[in-house]
């Protein structure tokens, strides 16, 4: 049996830091949205949509951009619906497909939550750093979304 690549100093910090952000500071982004009636994944979903033209995306293409497997994105998708937030049809362009799209009620709650949300992202992580930690902080967690996600979502070279 190899020995464990113990983390160094360093990378033990980088570690308990992104634990206190995962466990302390996602639930705290969370309280707006759970005002809202709204779980993380569904803003995720709205704010993916509402960059799509026409506010419509394939949901093949949907669940992609969101990083959602396609049953939790059903799944999720099946609460948006229901609450008129929003709608699900056809493809018109290719019968076997089905695109989402916002609703006006679906517009008007991520107009109103997306304020309030980069309000919390700001005090939360964005207002403790100056322009050169930001930009190391945007490469740094870019090079591990882009390896988790498998696609180029996260790639700004």
């Known amino acids: 049996m190899t020995e464990p690549r113990w983390l160094d100093d360093t990378e033990q910090q ?3 830091a992104l634990l206190v952000l995962m466990n302390r500071g996602m639930p705290e982004l969370e309280h707006t949205f759970k005002n809202h009636d709204l779980l993380n994944v569904h803003y995720a979903i709205f704010s993916t949509l509402s ?3 026409g506010d419509t995306m394939r949901l093949s293409d949907l669940a992609d951009a969101g990083n959602l497997s396609q049953s939790r994105l059903t799944h999720r998708l099946r609460t948006l619906t229901e609450r008129g937030l929003v709608k699900i049809e056809a493809d018109p362009d290719d019968g076997r497909g089905k695109n989402a799209t916002l609703t006006d009620a679906g517009r008007a709650l991520i107009a109103k939550v997306a304020p ?13 750093l100056d322009p050169a930690e930001t930009e190391c902080l945007s490469g740094a967690l870019s090079k591990i979304a882009a390896n988790l996600c498998d696609h180029e979502h996260f790639s700004f070279d």
């Open 116 to 128: 309030l949300h980069v309000e919390d992202v700001r005090q939360l992580i964005f207002d403790h």
């Open 14 to 16: 980088a570690w308990r």
């Open 51 to 53: 960059s799509a033209p």
